[in-house]
Structure formats: structure tokens, C-alpha cells
């Protein structure tokens, strides 16, 4: 392949302060592709089970796709993995920003971090050079200090930073690691990771471009992309950002509220986007090379927070800290959120956390005792704001709540176990399965633990090209009938999820943004001309599509390696066994189990052991325990 890479990594290793660099090896390339895909296969190849996720030999990965940094519109994606410490698997996740271009301009594919420095370090790489440096003077400093203190002494405002707040430092379980301040990844922890190798951050310019096969037809074919996306989803879909999304949640009963013991929340008028739009928002952000700014910036303009200016505000801003919580005055909830991102906590798991001790305080689990004297009733902002400093420094009340939770509920009792939403350990996000099914088979079937981004399935959103939703061809497509459209039919499900699956296994080994890599574009057909274009490949349709199914299937195997079994493929009892009480899904379970047999048909996956079948494994030139065969 003359085109897409730049043919070099760097390894890392910050137990010994050394880093060389190697070439690409072309199998990998066309058996992985590259960002998520060449994550889970140096993993595997690495972190054997024996290695826990702080031990020295956990390798912490930074590897972005063959598209990234060119002119594919979102094609500003990094990938990051590593075993992740609240999970005990593998973990990995895609950030926009622009890290991942910065990083292919300057000439690497792909950064591996091993090791542990006994002094806090960074990492500086600017084109084709990559130095391990002295971050003292940044330990102890927030996200936003971190990023404005290293450009400033490098004197370089376009360097790209990957960074840990204090959370990370003190390798608390529910943190992220922050990229260009307010972008994330790595849900399961991976800031800890981070942390536990006392790397303060990353810092990113290159100014060379990425090598393009054939650059004509590449830019006409980007040019044939973008007008779709920004037709088809920009205009209809995130005119009012992301969070635009939440009255549609509502409508459909699936908006988590009070830790789920609702599926709708009284005060969704405070928490909408037509208040946020009209009192709060300023501007408009979007990643490198996005035609689609989905996330916004604010002022607060009156109360205790007046003239605070955030960054950042998507769906997860109003879901997680706002219904989740019970939280609706709106500047709490912009101040808490910031915060999350100011300590690099994941602004999914904390919310989850604090909302599952706010239930526990309810019930008289937990007192104000075990509190410290904080009052956990919901929406009480005077706790919540202080309990999330308390969080990411591992201290006082909140260093129970930093281990996420399912240790939280393994430590207060049997009691908590069903106000405790996770799946494999990693929190559910605040979008309720009984409302929403085919999420629920999402949480249960990802190979992270509780994650939406895994098969990201938007085809109950609404039929007949309704906002946000897929039309009855794509549907046919990913399922082989229009029945997955009805939200509570089970049929189609199992075989649309693992499609789904498969298709973003590989869009983030490309390296472009999920609100962009969708089924109701054409996936996976219409990638394959950019690829080819920018790579010199001769992918087809079935290839792309049986690459992110290999991807699967290795994460797979890596899971049941760490422990995992077919028990774990399941939800929350809460989501499972109790109706919802009342709104537009009353009495509604989320009825997983059909859905659940249909996936696995789908897979060729046993039921009883949970691994491929040896006709499936030979169909993706791997063997049972993981290693690529011819
Ligand atoms: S759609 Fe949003 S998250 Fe995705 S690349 Fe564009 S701005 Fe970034």
C-alpha cells in the first residue's frame, strides 16, 4: 500500500526512557487495517491475561487509521487502548480533536507505551522525533493548566495534547485521558493507565501531510462523503447538537432519570436545547476536518457560576449529570460537567456513580455518616460539585465512589446490586434499554462492558428517514427486514447489532467519527473508494466489512481469555426484571434474551462457552486462542 500510512511506530518504553521505531509490517495493515484493529492485535500479541491492567507490562496504544489527518470529513480520529483497570479487559476508544492528525503529520502511524517512569514524564513528538521529558512542574495540574502550561513553555500553541487530570494522577478507576482539553476516550479507566505510568501528557505538531495514493479521484470521492454527511445528519440531525436528542429520549421513554428508577424527567424543558440554545450556548465546535460542529460552548450568565465559560457540551452534559442525577438547574450542570473534564473523569461513569450512591442515600444504605456530612438527595447540587473534586482526588467520600460502580455495590451489599447499572463493570450510559431495546443489546454484547458506541444502533429512532433515524432500505440491509424499526420487536435485532458491530470495529480502524460512519451512508460500500484511493488497497465491500467482523471476533476471544463468560453478556436486573412505571414505555422490561440467541446465531458463537465456532474462526484466519492463521 503506497498511500494512508506513514509506515512507523514508536514504542516506548518509559521504564527504561527508551524509544525506537519500526515500520509497519503489511499483514497487519491488511488484516487490521489500523487504529481499533491494530490496538486489540498488538494487545493480544503483548498484555497476556497474567498482566493487570497497572501492572508495567499493560501497553498503553495510541494508533490512528489510514484516513486519519486527510481530507475524509471527521477523519481526525485517535484510538486509544489498553487493559483497562475497572474493567479488567480490554478497552479502547476513538477521540476527534486533532491529536490523530498532529500525530500523522508527524510521521507516526501509531505511538505503544509501555513500562512505568519512576518520575512523573511527558511526551514530546514533532516530526519523525519522539522525546520522553521531565513533568514534574505539570503533576498535580488540571486538564486545562496541563495543556496551557506545555504549549506555553514550548512556546507552540498548535501543539495537539493527550493529557490526565488529577483523577488520572491518582488512578482513579472512572477516568479518560482529555484530548485538545475537551475531547475524551478510554472509558474503563484508561486516564489511570496513565497515571499509574506517570505519564502527565502527550504533545503532538507535525507538519508534513499524510501520502496519498491517488489524490484525484480520493478528493472527489471525500467531496461525494461530505455532502451526504452534512445533508443527511448535519442538517437534520445536529442543528441543535447532539443534546437535541435528549427530547426525543423522552418521547420515547428511555431517558434515565434518577439512576433509571424513571425512564422520563419532570424538568426536561430546563435541560433542553431550546434552553440551553436560547440562555446559555455561544458557539459552535467541531473536531479537525469536520463539516459537522456537534458540540457547543457557553457563558453562564447569572447566579454562583456568572461569566464561567465552558467548552464541550453535548448529549452526555444534560443526560449524565442532568436526568441521571435529578439535576436541573442548568448552570450546576454545565459547572459539574466541566469539572469532569478539568479532572479528567469520565463525565459517563462519574454521573452513573454519584447517581447509584444518590439511590443508595435514599434507601438508607448510606448515611450522611458515609457521606462526610454531604446530603446525596437528587439534584442536590451543593453535593454534587464538592463530591466530584472529591472523586478525582481519591479522597474523603469520593474515593469509594472512584472505583466505579460495581466495586461500590460489591462493598455495600447485595442490596445495591440492582441499583448498580454496568455490564462487565463499566457503566451503562443514561439511555434506558426498556425504552430503547436495541441498546440494551448494545450494553450487554460490547466488548468494553456497558458502552453504546460499540453498535451505536439508531435504527429505532424513527422510520421513513425521520430525524436521526434509518431508512427501511438500510434496514433490509443490516437485518433482512423492516421489523427492527418497531422499537419492542425483538426480530432483526441480534443480526442488525452484530452488523453494527462489525461496521464500527472497522470505521475506528479508519479513523473517522461514528457520527459520520453510518449504515444510512452507504456503509461499509462507500468507504471502500476512499480507502482504496488513499491507500493503492483493492478492498471490496465484503473485505472492509469482513475485517471489522475479525476485529470482533479478537476482542471476543481476548474477553473470554480475561475471564469473561456468556453470563456476562447480559444487563442490569433493573433493565431486565423491573417495568418501568410510567411514560411512553410503562411497563415496558427490555426483553434481551431473543435478541441475545439471534446475535449469537449471528456470530457463530457457542452459547455455552462463548467462543466462535471453528468454522467462523477459519472463515477469519484466526485460531481459538487468537493468533492470526493463513
Ligand atoms: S461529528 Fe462531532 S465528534 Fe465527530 S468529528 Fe465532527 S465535531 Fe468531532
Sequence with gaps: M???????????????????????????????????????????????????????????????????????????????????????????????????????RAGFDALVITGRSEKPVYIIVRDNHVEIKDARRY?????????????????????????IGQAGENEVLITTIMIDRVRAAGRGGLGAVMGNKRLK???VYG??????????????????????????FFVKRWENGTYGNLTRYQGVGALTSYNSRKTTFEYIDRISATHYNENYRVGRRACVSCPMPCWTTFVIQSGEFKGFFGEETTATTFKEMGARCGLHEM???????SDLNRYGLDTIST???????????????????????????????HAVIPLIEQIAGNKGFGAQLARGVRICAQTWGEKTMKYALHVKGLET?????????????GYATSSRGACHMRAYANYESGINNAPGGMDEKTMIRISGTTEIGKRFSTTGK?????????????????????????????????????????????????????VGERISNLERIANLQRGITPADDTLPERYLHEPVPEGPAAGQVCDLEPMLNEYYETRDWDRADGYPSTHKLNELKLDRMGKDIE
Excluded at 434499554?433 to 440494551?440: V, Y
Aim: proline share 6%.
Design 429 to 441: 450510559v443514561g439511555t434506558d434499554p426498556r425504552g430503547q431495546p436495541s441498546w440494551g443489546l
Design 2 to 104: 503506497s498511500g494512508g500510512y506513514c509506515n512507523q511506530v514508536a514504542w516506548i518504553d518509559l521504564s527504561s526512557k527508551s524509544v525506537y521505531t519500526k515500520p509497519l509490517d503489511g499483514e497487519i495493515k491488511e488484516r487490521y487495517i489500523g487504529g481499533r484493529g491494530f490496538i486489540t492485535r498488538w494487545l493480544m500479541d503483548m498484555v497476556p491475561p497474567s498482566v493487570q491492567p497497572f501492572d508495567p507490562g499493560n501497553a498503553l496504544i495510541f494508533a490512528t487509521g489510514p484516513l486519519t489527518g486527510t481530507n475524509v470529513p471527521t477523519s481526525s480520529r485517535i484510538e486509544i487502548g489498553a487493559v483497562a483497570p475497572e474493567t479488567g479487559i480490554f478497552s479502547s476508544g476513538s477521540a476527534g480533536g486533532s491529536f490523530g492528525t498532529k500525530l500523522k
Design 207 to 232: 507538519s508534513g501531510s499524510v501520502p496519498i495514493h491517488a489524490p484525484e479521484p480520493f478528493w472527489n470521492a471525500c467531496e461525494i462523503i461530505r455532502e451526504a454527511a452534512v445533508k443527511q
Design 331 to 337: 448552570d450546576a450542570i454545565l459547572k459539574a460537567h
Design 494 to 546: 441480534g443480526k442488525a447489532g452484530a452488523f453494527l458491530e462489525d461496521m464500527n470495529a472497522f470505521g475506528d480502524s479508519l479513523g473517522i467519527c461514528k457520527l459520520m460512519s453510518r449504515a444510512e451512508l452507504g456503509l461499509p460500500e462507500s468507504l471502500v473508494d476512499v480507502l482504496n484511493y488513499a491507500t493503492g488497497a483493492d478492498y471490496d465491500t465484503e473485505g472492509l466489512y469482513r
Design 351 to 381: 454521573p452513573a456513580v454519584i447517581a447509584f450512591a444518590m439511590e443508595c442515600y435514599e434507601e438508607g444504605v448510606i448515611t450522611k455518616e458515609d457521606t462526610g456530612g454531604l446530603e446525596l438527595t437528587w439534584g442536590n447540587r
Design 139 to 163: 503533576w498535580g495540574r488540571d486538564v486545562f493548566e496541563t495543556d496551557r502550561a506545555i504549549k506555553a513553555d514550548h512556546r507552540d500553541s498548535r501543539l495537539s495534547m493527550a493529557c
Design 201 to 203: 501528557a502527550i504533545a
